[in-house]
């Protein structure tokens, strides 16, 4: 047996060597270039097998649908909203009672002995002894249950119910500003859509003048200075034109991504030829307030967290309390040695930490602080949503004013270009003068329209303000024809000035 110990000793040194050259021998690893492509293919692939194709011309509640269904950054948020839930489902198994199995077999190169030396005369009394086997295997199975970690694990769950309706709170928000943003870009593109076809017609005519002008520069059919001077304002036209063409590019590029589309196809969209006005705002601002307040998932999460906080304060409490566990197991062992081999045994146990109650205090005021800083937030919060809604409405009423001076501008553009036409028909002005009329009704056009999809684009905002949502919470399982009649429904009754009614809700307030 002697023998052994040198083996086992350069054994363990052996093992601890190979540990320690397996710890060293981590190193960085940079990934591939090669990596990085064949992943950003396959995720390509991934993205447009997740998209629908779009076979027809898309409206306005259409698009706001096929956002909610493919959008990838508004996935993002229906995933965390999920793995919130997950981790409420997990916090409530740290309730149930602990159930542990164990099992080990140890071996050893000598016998476990030991003698026993008396107390009064220190003589050896027993002889050396062994009551364990060289070779052995035991199990068992334990059964425990504290309470104390059932309180805590309780309060725990509690809060991460709290903690996934914040997410749901939150995945909702991101829901409606995906609409607005929907909203913001299908307007823009579809303004630019309606002039695209002006705007390519005109800047053919431009570079034709252009390149007259050029003919009669060279030939000095008319005196260079003039000549000059109009090639600079086409020069200028021609280069509105361009930055006309590249804003009614890059709308449609916004609108695609939006709604998962690739920029590359061409979608045509559904919009009136005589563009409604937006309706006009509500004047009751302090019942439309009170509307917002209830429908902020911002105002609700500050409500949720409050609770957080107070199960928090309540888990502090609770840690100055002893633990009681209850348990019971059964064990097997197989020493030869043992009369019994296998055995069960019920117990309790109380174990408390009695220094901790020196930081009761310590733990009351910072409860307090936690109760402060949250009842805080929630009134920042509640004057960050009534703000948030003055403005809105505030910046809506000055869009609609706004829309109505451009609209009054656009009318008389379209006339005078109308009589220069006339004139140029009946060569009483010249070429120029044409194309710079028709520039000048263009851009007022383009004005126009711009104007109105900013109108669109506060009447979204102010919206969202009210934390309107077009869309019931399983939309997700709705197909996208039936997911757009909803929200068609839903744009039309507001539209309508119907934003819902609050009866039960004012009623609790008076009370």
Partial sequence: MTALKPALRRSLLLSVSLLALA??????????????????????????????KVTGPLDLSTAVARALKFNLAHRVQIMEAALANKSFELAKMDMLPILAATAGATARDNDNASSSTSVLTRRQSLEPSTSEDRE??????????????FG???????????????????????????????????????????????????????????????????????????????????SE?????????????????????????????????????????????????????????????????QLYNIRIEQLESRKALIRLLPGVELFSAVNFDTNSYLYNQTWAEVGARVNW?????????????????????AVARRLA????????????????????????????????????????????????????????????????????????????????LYMVSLGLSVAPEDYQSKSVEDLAGLVKAAFTKWEAGDFGELPQIEAAVQK
């Fill in 152 to 234: 805590i694990s309780y309060l725990q769950a509690n809060q991460e119910a709290n903690r996934y309706l914040v997410a749901e709170l939150t995945r909702e928000k991101a829901m409606m500003q995906l609409v607005q943003q929907v909203r913001t870009a299908f307007w823009r593109a579809a303004a630019m859509q309606m002039i695209s076809g002006r705007v390519d017609t005109l800047l053919t005519e431009a570079n034709k003048a252009r390149a007259d002008l050029d003919r009669v520069l060279n030939a000095r059919l008319r005196p260079p200075l003039r000549v000059l001077e109009e090639m600079r304002t086409l």
């Fill in 381 to 460: 919060t509640n004057m960050a949503v009534i703000t948030r809604l003055r403005l809105s409405h505030e910046t809506y009423l000055s869009a609609l004013e706004r829309l109505r001076r451009t609209r009054d501008i656009d009318s008389i553009d379209s006339e005078i270009r109308r009589l220069t036409l006339q004139a140029a028909a009946s060569s009483a002005t010249s070429g120029i003068a044409g194309v710079q009329s028709e520039v000048r009704a263009l851009r007022s056009t383009v004005a126009n329209l711009l104007a109105y999809a900013d109108a669109q684009n506060a009447y979204g």
């Fill in 237 to 301: 036209i021609i280069q509105q034109l361009e930055t006309m063409q590249q804003s009614v590019s890059a709308a449609r590029v916004d609108l695609a991504a939006l709604i998962n589309v690739p920029p590359s196809q061409e979608v045509k969209l559904v919009a009136p030829e005589a563009l409604p006005m937006p309706p006009s705002p509500p004047t009751d601002l302090e019942r439309q307030e009170l509307m917002a307040l209830v429908n902020s998932g911002d105002y609700a999460a």
């Fill in 23 to 52: 710890a060293c021998s981590v190193t960085p690893e940079p990934i591939e270039l090669q990596e990085i492509a064949q992943t950003a293919v396959a995720d390509q692939s991934l993205i447009a097998a997740s998209e629908e």
């Fill in 353 to 373: 930490n009695i220094m901790r109650l020196l930081a009761y205090d310590e733990i009351k005021d910072l409860n307090e602080g936690r109760k402060q800083l």
């Fill in 136 to 149: 052995r295997f035991n199990a068992s199975a334990r059964f425990s249950w504290n309470v104390l970690d």
